[in-house]
């Protein structure tokens, strides 16, 4: 027997089917997005069922993080969220349908006697399946006060075909399948019984998930077919490896989407870093959403594992911080940051310098940084607290004869016009007059200004900064030949 394959003449129906059991992890995250990216393509629908069948391990927390984690990444559902366990009776009716049709039976074992015929197959160099002990028999020898499962009665010969499209043509024998539990004793039900189910009753036409459900497919066929309904079209994904080839584990930092926008990501940016893990347009690198939508197809997707690299990440996430308007990129700041490490304190500090401060910051700040942590880190010294505390490097630009020019320096300054041309002006003057390099006068200056020795232009700097608290910082350093402020922790 093989699968039916949902052909494109009806609508296409996609979904994402999570457990909420924790954070929504970076292979669900690429999973979603696939699935919202093909119904998006083929202006079907994508549907969001949250699998809580799970009552001890499931928890709101995680389906809160998975809602957010989804809406960060701004991979919008059609209709509202679907709540599996909501869905019990129904599941159970099917259960009961199949066992009138035949297709299912009533199985008595005790947990003991499954145990040993586990333990001979071991023993015997045998696949642990189940060995069908009431397949036929007749229920009026079944011990009392026993509740029993149902088991589905899978077919004992032949092949299931799973006609994938991304592994392609799969054969699976069906004497290596045993006859699956699908309702338990205690009347729940199983996560094949209610994935097939669930389906079938939300229309999905493709299920595109993980490469590890692959046999998965084949049990929910028999379920499909037992129940005389059409099978949808199967697409199973690689999986996602860490740099070194292993599965994507936490020592590879396999990390919640939520631990991502907290580290300064941007939604955009790691849409296009997931897309590339498995799927490829040609040679392209940068692959606005747009552009996604228009050109992903099931067809596109590798059969091989992705490698999650990291670095390859962070230098996307460069390219769009580059790339995203000011204003947005100002939104995206004020939303990531009671996220970040002292987000709490560091928003005060902004709102109090005012954001209009930051936000005329941005063009330069975001030249060299790959992450908003970076951003908002390089623009510390826009809210640092006088006198600045310098860091080590920056102390050593702040000798007696750094401050000594400064202080020479501050009356041209003080007189100059408060933009970049003619503050870059003043100083290239003043360098040539006093006989040093442009860097001779400019480095002790961003020490002064920001206590660092590494900042966007400096001249940009003084601007931003606005003539009053530039030329106070600068005073502060000056002095007349006093020791500079001590050097700040390196932190």
């Not at 008595?108 to 028999?137: F, K, N, S």
């Not at 599965?247 to 955009?268: D, I, T």
């Amino acid at each position: 027997m093989s699968t039916g394959t949902a052909g494109h003449e009806s609508k296409v129906v996609t979904r994402f089917a999570p457990s909420p059991t924790g954070f929504l992890h970076i292979g669900g995250a690429r999973t979603a997005l696939f699935n919202w990216l093909y119904a998006r393509h083929t202006g079907g629908q994508f549907l969001l069922r949250i699998e809580d069948t799970d009552r001890e391990r499931s928890t709101e927390p995680a389906i809160r993080a998975i809602l957010d984690g989804l809406q960060w990444l701004e991979l919008d559902w059609d209709g509202e969220p679907l709540f599996q366990s909501a869905r019990v009776e129904r599941h159970r009716e099917v259960a009961g349908e199949l066992l009138r049709r035949g297709d299912a039976y009533a199985c008595y074992c005790t947990p003991e006697e499954l145990d040993a015929m586990r333990r001979q197959a071991e023993a015997e160099g045998r696949p642990p399946v189940y060995g069908g002990i009431w397949r036929d028999r007749d229920p009026a020898e079944a011990p009392s006060g026993v509740k029993p499962a149902i088991r589905l009665k899978t077919p004992r010969t032949g092949e299931t075909a799973i006609e994938d499209r991304v592994q392609g043509r799969v054969v699976l024998q069906n004497e290596n399948l045993d006859d699956l539990i699908i309702l338990r004793s205690d009347g729940t039900p199983t996560y094949n019984l209610a994935v097939v189910v669930d389906d079938h009753d939300m229309g999905v036409t493709h299920v595109i998930r993980g490469v590890d459900h692959l046999t998965n497919a084949a049990r929910q066929t028999h379920i499909y077919n037992g129940m005389g309904w059409d099978v949808p079209g199967f697409a199973h994904v690689p999986l996602i490896h860490g740099p070194d080839g292993g599965k994507l584990s936490k020592r590879h930092e396999a990390l919640g989407v939520e631990a991502y926008r907290a580290m300064g990501y941007l939604p955009a940016a790691l849409r296009n870093y997931l897309v590339r893990l498995g799927w490829s347009h040609g040679n392209e690198e940068i692959i606005p959403t747009e552009r996604m939508i228009d050109w992903f197809d099931l067809d596109a997707v590798g059969r091989s594992p992705a490698r999650f690299d990291f670095a390859k990440l962070e230098d996307l996430n460069g390219y769009y911080i580059r790339n995203t308007a000011d204003a947005e990129l100002l939104a995206r700041i004020r939303q990531a940051l009671p996220e970040m490490e002292n987000g709490a304190a560091l928003e005060a500090r902004f709102a109090a310098a005012g954001w209009d401060r930051l936000a005329r910051a941005l063009p330069s700040l975001k030249e060299r940084a790959k992450t908003l942590k970076e951003l908002v880190d390089g623009a510390a010294y826009l809210i640092a607290e006088r006198p600045l505390a310098l860091d080590e490097k920056a102390a050593k630009l702040l000798g007696f004869e750094a401050r000594a020019l400064l202080c020479r320096l501050l009356p041209r300054l003080e007189a100059s016009d408060w933009i970049p041309a003619a503050l870059e002006s003043e100083v290239r003057g003043f360098a040539e007059a006093q006989g040093v390099k442009l860097g001779g006068v400019a480095q002790p200056l961003r020490a002064a200004l920001t206590g660092r020795s590494v900042s966007p232009p400096v001249f940009d700097v003084m601007a931003v900064l606005g003539r009053e608290e530039a030329l106070a910082r600068i005073r502060d350093q000056a002095g007349s030949g006093g020791a500079p402020s001590a050097p700040a922790n390196d932190t």
